[in-house]
């Protein structure tokens, strides 16, 4: 069975303190590593996705690097509105494409 | 352009009654999923599609019955509600297969079972 685990649970950084979040899998056959972003009372809104090791995908102040076993969402110089929670998740062949999610981790950035 | 649309938004249902949740997407996609939402739990997968006329269990099924009559719309239903039920609901949608797997989700809908 696909499981995804991600630390640390919660993060406070300090506006412009750069840190990393991690996301460790275990799935039979990765065909696509995604992180989201979740705002308290919506739906995850999609970042990025990984398909191999290796890979890395970049989006203003966030970095998605992708290893054999886990992926890192790297934050350079975090600013206030970086606060949310961070979803990471994969589709494995091997489960019939389905979804599985990690709890997430909540980032909260202070001015 | 609106993407994945979940009805209602709110709902509060007595225990015993009987409700459907409503996911409608406008991207063809192929995929469909529902999800619960609970607090230290993350995202946990009740029932997916992967087309129309299919269905699947996921990790937390039961209580729940799922229909994918037209591939734009992924029904949840909940037969006699139960306290335990209250959470918040997610739908999502994906190609599923490719290079376009990532999914999209819909705003949810808060279910409160008194």
């Known amino acids: 069975e696909d499981q995804v685990t991600q630390s640390p649970e919660a993060l406070r950084l300090q506006e412009g303190e750069s840190s990393s979040l991690n996301c460790s899998y275990t799935v039979s056959g990765l065909r696509g590593l995604f992180w989201y972003r979740q705002d308290p009372g919506k739906g995850p809104e999609f970042l990025f996705t990984?398909?191999?090791a290796g890979e890395e995908k970049e989006k203003e102040r966030l970095k998605a690097t992708l290893t054999k076993k886990e992926s890192f969402l790297h934050i350079t110089a975090p600013k206030p509105e970086d606060s949310a929670t961070y979803l990471c998740a994969v589709i494995s062949g091997g489960s019939n494409y389905k979804l599985t999610f990690g709890k997430g981790t909540l980032l909260t950035v202070n001015p | 352009n609106a993407g994945v649309t979940q009805t209602p938004k709110f709902r509060v249902l007595k225990t015993g009654q009987s409700m459907t949740l409503l996911c409608a997407q406008d991207m063809n996609h192929e995929y469909m999923y529902w999800y619960r939402q609970d607090p230290g739990m993350g995202l946990r997968l009740i029932h997916y599609?992967?087309?129309?006329?299919?269905?699947a269990k996921g990790e937390v099924p039961d209580g729940y019955n799922v229909s994918r009559l037209k591939k734009q719309n992924f029904l949840l239903g909940l037969e006699s509600a139960a306290p335990s039920q209250t959470s918040v609901y997610f739908c999502a949608s994906s190609f599923g297969q490719g290079l376009n797997t990532e999914a999209f989700f819909g705003q949810g809908t808060r279910l409160t079972v008194v």
């Open positions: 599609s992967v087309g129309e006329g299919t269905t």
């Open positions: 990984l398909y191999s």
